[in-house]
Structures are given as C-alpha cells and as structure tokens.
C-alpha cells in the first residue's frame, strides 16, 4: 500500500539557519504530494503541494519538488524563522489534484530558537 | 469563511460513556474525514464520505465507534462505550470537489 516516511523529529536550528525536512514515499501511480503544518493547539493547515513530477510547491518560504526518480518530496526553506517552529507533515493522495484520502508520514517537530 | 467547525473542543468523560464529536464542513465541500491523533500512533484517517455517503470506515477501530453524516452541512463521530485508550485529538476534514483538504481544530477527548 502507499506510505510516506519522514526524517525523525525534533529538528533544532537556529533563527536564519537552512531546514531540510526528508520526505520519500511509496506509492502506485502518479500520486500528488503536500506538506500540511500543525501548530501547537491547531488543526493542520496546507503548506504547499505539487501534482506531477518536476512540480515545485512554493509558499511562505517553503519550497518542495516532487522527484518521481528518486520517490521524494523534500522541504527546504533558506531561513527560518521562530515563529516556523510546528510539526511538519508530509501526506500523498490517491488521485490527482483531487486526493480523495490522503496518506500521512509521521510528522517531524521543528523547532527554532533565537 | 469560517472554516471547517469542530464541537466542543475540549470533552472529558469517564469511562464507559457516550462521547459525540461533532463536525461542520466548509459550506460547499461535498467530502468530510475524520482522523485521530495520538503521540503513540500518528494520525490516522477512521472514516471519510463523498456526498454524504461512507467510502471508507477500514480506519475505525472497532464497533464501539460509529459515524454519520445526515445532510451535507454536519457529521457525527461517536464513541459508545468510551474507554481511556480512545483518549486523542480528533480531527475534522472536508475538502470541495476540484481541491485540498482543510482541517478543522480538533477535538481533545480525554477518557478517565
């Protein structure tokens, strides 16, 4: 079945510092690809997404490819702030642009400090 | 908008209750899940419906849960007899036809 694995949490960095979160999957098809955010006490809320391999999802910093040869979804950004500090989640959907249900990777804690 | 509404958002009972979560999707969204989180197992996705009517309930974890979705603007996730281990945060997801789906703000259940 489809499955999704994340890097192990908590992630430390320091304000301004680079982040890379790993993400591959597995998965048959052409699945599409999100990374959700959940900040302390709220529900998840949809960071970016890419639809077909060589998309690139981009949104407040956040950049992800979605690399079909290499089954990854990786999210960077180039300086992070404190106020990114949350759980990151990488999900894929069953179907295109619709994803009827999404599968979840086990989330990774990010935390930044000044 | 208001976005997808989750009630109550805190419930402590004691064991052996009736607990009911209560969802309202996002006016025009035509499908809804329902997902727990826990420290222990992530989160898991108990049930989702399209136009009101269950497609897929292999998530729900025994007979002791149960959900319903009467009309397109409300749906129930409930929980008889609640026992400690259904303690969790429960969350509420819709989607509209051509889109992403937009979580609610969860439930924390506590079970006693």
Avoid at chain 1, 23 to 31: E, F, K, L, M
Avoid at chain 1, 70 to 94: I, N, P, R, W
Avoid at chain 2, 56 to 85: V, Y
Wanted: hydrophobic share 35%; net charge negative; glycine share 10%.
């Amino acid at each position: 079945g489809d499955s999704v694995t994340q890097m192990e949490g908590p992630v430390t960095l320091s304000e301004e510092a680079f982040l890379t979160i790993n993400c591959t999957y597995t998965a048959t098809g052409y699945p599409s690809l999100f990374w959700y955010v959940q900040y302390p006490g709220e529900g998840l809320q949809l960071l970016l997404k890419a639809t077909k391999a060589d998309d690139k999802g981009s949104n407040k910093g956040f950049e992800a490819t979605y690399r079909k040869e290499t089954t990854s979804f990786h999210l960077e950004k180039g300086s992070v702030q404190v106020s990114d500090s949350a759980v990151y989640f990488c999900a894929l959907g069953d179907m295109g642009g619709t994803a009827s249900k999404l599968t979840f990777g086990t989330g990774t804690r990010l935390q930044v400090t000044l | 908008d208001a976005g997808v509404i989750q009630s109550p958002r805190h419930e402590v009972t004691e064991m052996g209750q009736e607990v009911t979560l209560r969802c309202k999707p996002i006016s025009g969204h035509n499908s809804l899940f329902w997902y727990r989180q826990t420290m222990m197992r992530g989160l898991e996705l108990l049930i989702y419906f399209n136009n009101n009517v269950p497609i897929d309930d292999s998530g729900m974890p025994e007979d002791r849960f149960s959900a319903k979705m009467p009309n397109a603007s409300f749906s129930t996730l409930k929980i008889q007899p609640s026992e400690p281990r259904d303690s969790a945060v429960y969350f509420c997801a819709s989607r509209p036809p051509l889109g992403t789906q937009y979580f609610g703000p969860g439930t924390r259940l506590t079970v006693l």
